[in-house]
Structure formats: C-alpha cells, structure tokens
T-cell receptor, first 116, second 111 residues
C-alpha cells in the first residue's frame, strides 16, 4: 500500500513553454501533498504544501505564479511550471500524506525536467 | 523556520562495520524525525522514524536516537552491507507537516 505515482517521469521542453506534472496517490486518499525540488547530489527542498480543496502554501522564495499547484481531488495534485526557463531544470518530487493525523510521507518517483 | 544540518556529507565504511549519521535541528517544536534512503535516480524511501516522546528506536540493523534537549538525532546502521550504499536524508517536522530535510549523507559500503 501507500503508493504514489508521478507523470511524466521525464520531460524536455523549450524555453517559454509550460509543463504540468501530476502526482497521484494510488491506493489511499491524500489530504495533503507536498512538492519538492532536488538538484543533482543535493537535498530535497520543500517548495509548497498542497491541501485538497484549498490554495497551496508556498515556502519562502518560491514564486507561486511560476509554480502553480492545484489539488483538485484527494488523489491528485498537479504542479505546473509556467514559462519554463533553463534554470527551472531540476528533479521534482511529490509526496503524499494519508490523512491529517498521519505523519509519514510517501514519495513519488520524481519527474526530471529539462528546459532547453 | 526549521533548519536541519546533517553530517558527514560523505561516509565510507568497510562491509560489516557500523555507520553513524548525525543531524541537528533548530526548532524545538519539531516532534517527528524520519530518515529516508535514496538510491540514484530513485524516490526517497522511509527507513525509520522517531517521535519526540521516544529516545531510541530500533529496527533490525537500523537504529535512531533522539536527544531533544540538545536537538540532535542520529542514525546508526550496524553490520553494513554493500546494498546499504545510498544517500541518506534526515528530516524534521511538526506533526508530519512540512518536512525540512538535511543536506544528505552519501554512504559507501566497501565490500
């Protein structure tokens, strides 16, 4: 149980285009999902917290208009990188928490974004 | 906000030896401390966690200790095996909310 999927696993896009990444909890309902960014050989940096049915909470320094997050259902959260630029190239990972009182976060496999 | 520091950044041990990774946190309100193992290009996998009402927890070859007063916690791996080679991350959170990760430790177990 507690499986989280992400789609796509890899994406290459041109500078200026927008890219949508999906995060799904496959066998549980996730009231809260989190989005992280990870640079090569670096740690996971929390970008935002996504709560079903409400606006995402962004960490300091993360542009909310650049990284649009939508959590429309209890099993799906999406991250849209708008007007992507080469510096947005990174590994994006989501995680999901089962219920408000569960502490464990289950991670998706990640999406590698390359902006040319 | 929470700040988590992790040491060492790299660690090499001989197979069969023990490995210890240490983390410190800044926010005394943090009460949940998970450890994740990440292999290259893969997702982080939870290996053990500890809550602030417990000082130590053990699961086979893996143990975690927590010192709330000093605000530090450590991961101990005994009888290391080559398959333990990976990057290990500690994290701190309050109630399982936002996780703030340490900088990671790249562990290499030499056969």
């Amino acid at each position: 149980g507690a499986v989280v999927s992400q789609h796509p696993s890899r994406v290459i896009c041109k500078s200026g285009t927008s890219v949508k990444i999906e995060c799904r909890s496959l066998d549980f309902q996730a009231t809260t999902m989190f989005w992280y960014r990870q640079f090569p050989k670096k740690s996971l940096m929390l970008m935002a917290t996504s709560n079903e049915g409400s606006k995402a909470t962004y960490e300091q320094g993360v542009e909310k208009d650049k990284f649009l997050i939508n959590h429309a259902s209890l099993t799906l959260s999406t991250l849209t990188v708008t007007s992507a630029h080469p510096e947005d190239s990174s590994f994006y990972i989501c995680s999901a928490r089962e219920g408000s009182y569960q502490e464990t976060q289950y991670f998706g496999p990640g999406t590698r974004l390359l902006v040319l | 906000g929470e700040n988590v520091e992790q040491h060492p950044s790299t660690l090499s041990v001989q197979e069969g030896d023990s490995a210890v990774i240490k983390c410190t946190y800044s926010d005394s309100a943090s009460n949940y401390f998970p450890w994740y193992k990440q292999e290259l290009g893969k997702r982080p996998q939870l290996i053990i966690d500890i809550r602030s009402n417990v000082g130590e927890k053990k699961d086979q070859r893996i143990a975690v200790t927590l010192n709330k007063t000093a605000k530090h916690f450590s991961l101990h791996i005994t009888e290391t095996q080559p398959e333990d080679s990976a990057v290990y991350f500690c994290a701190a959170s309050w109630g399982g909310n936002q996780f703030y990760f340490g900088t990671g430790t790249s562990l290499t177990v030499i056969p």
